[in-house]
């Protein structure tokens, strides 16, 4: 026996408590660094979008209008020159659009089409130049476009990274899209798992450190700067879902912490959004103390940190400045502040 669609039973009493909703009030300890070139970059970055028709549906176009992507670019990857603010708002109209069309669409909900489309952007990573058959799916020839500039001006490390970073999340998009089709909101330990890696937060981090100069060796990335790296994507991803509960209700997305929270502890509403906010800011704390960590580190000859003590530091401003950025971001975006005319993908 199918099981009804999700949320379908609280609709209601959803409708009630999100008149009520409030997303909580967060305290970020690290100042606002706004980039000068934010409205060069929406003005190029929508030029492209347009370039490869990733306007052409009305829910599209709402899209790119209620997202601010240079605003985004500006604030998340202040450091970047003009033309590396152009490409992370390329990045960032490029990822909403695809996250988009599975999370708030049907598509979202049917894994045959999902390996479908994923079959084109995976071929869109290839090394730029290598000969074969392109995509045709407009945002895998998008994604092949932008893959290929970054791909120019990147390091050898971070041209290493991004692909593999961007198949990571595409593989956790896989599991998303089995929950959706089975009308299935996950178990928290299972969903704090796929958080991890659903939000594109690794390829993001990959190309920020790629266009602001932070270049943390292998060997140093997978202890305490690793760390402090998924510190910092918990805290963008957890807080996002506090934004984003009204749209991912509106879409029948499962993928939500407070709404995780909700049906794994039995809570209302408003009681999911205020556990949420405190776990948002108890990982806040870890990765001011990670940071902290790192930063007596690299002043210690006998610690490896010390051999690459300006990269280090470099990235752990890099990820200060992202943190406060997006927060700054989202708390103003349209994208989060829209309640009506919701347009499906």
């Known amino acids: 026996m199918s099981r009804p669609p999700l949320f379908s039973e609280s609709f209601e009493n959803d409708r009630a408590a999100l008149a009520a909703y409030r997303v909580p009030r967060y305290s970020v300890p690290f100042p ?3 980039g000068p070139y934010h409205a060069y970059a929406e003005a190029q970055a929508l030029r492209w979008a347009h370039a490869f028709g990733l306007d052409r549906t009305p829910a599209a176009a709402q899209r790119l209008a209620d997202m601010g992507c240079g605003m985004f670019s500006a604030l998340y990857c202040p450091r970047a020159d003009r033309d590396g603010a152009v490409l992370m708002a390329q990045w960032i109209i490029w990822l909403f659009l695809w996250d988009d069309l599975f999370d708030d669409g049907p598509l979202g909900r049917d894994p045959v089409a999902f390996r479908t489309a994923v079959a084109q952007v995976d071929r869109a990573l290839e090394p730029p130049g290598r000969a074969g058959e392109g995509p045709t799916l407009p945002l895998a020839r998008a994604l092949a476009d932008l893959w290929g500039t970054f791909h120019a001006r990147a390091t050898g490390t971070a041209r290493r990274r991004f692909p593999v970073s961007v198949r990571l999340y595409l593989q956790a998009m896989a599991d998303e899209t089995a929950n959706r089709a089975a009308e ?17 937060t690794r390829s993001s981090i990959d190309m920020m450190e790629g266009l602001q100069g932070a270049e943390v060796p292998d060997a140093l ?17 957890w ?16 993928h939500n912490l407070v709404l995780v929270l909700r049906e794994a502890r039995g809570l209302t509403l408003g009681e999911a959004v205020e556990q949420a906010g405190h776990m948002v800011e108890q990982r806040l704390r870890d990765f001011v103390r990670v940071a902290e ?20 530091l470099r990235g752990v401003r890099v990820l200060e400045e992202a943190i406060s950025g997006y927060f700054r971001w989202q708390e103003d975006t349209l994208r989060y502040r829209r309640t009506t005319s919701f347009l499906a993908p």
């Open 293 to 312: 960590r790192l930063r007596g580190l690299v002043d210690r000859p006998v610690d490896p940190h010390s051999m690459a003590k300006d990269d280090i």
């Open 184 to 200: 299935r909101i996950p178990d928290l330990d299972s969903y704090l798992r796929l958080r991890r890696v659903n939000g594109a």
């Open 221 to 237: 990335r997978h202890g305490l700067y690793g760390e402090l790296r998924a510190f910092a994507s918990e805290v963008w991803l």
């Open 32 to 34: 606002v660094v706004l």
């Open 239 to 254: 807080s996002n879902d506090t934004y984003t509960v009204r749209k991912d209700l509106h879409y029948r997305n499962p």
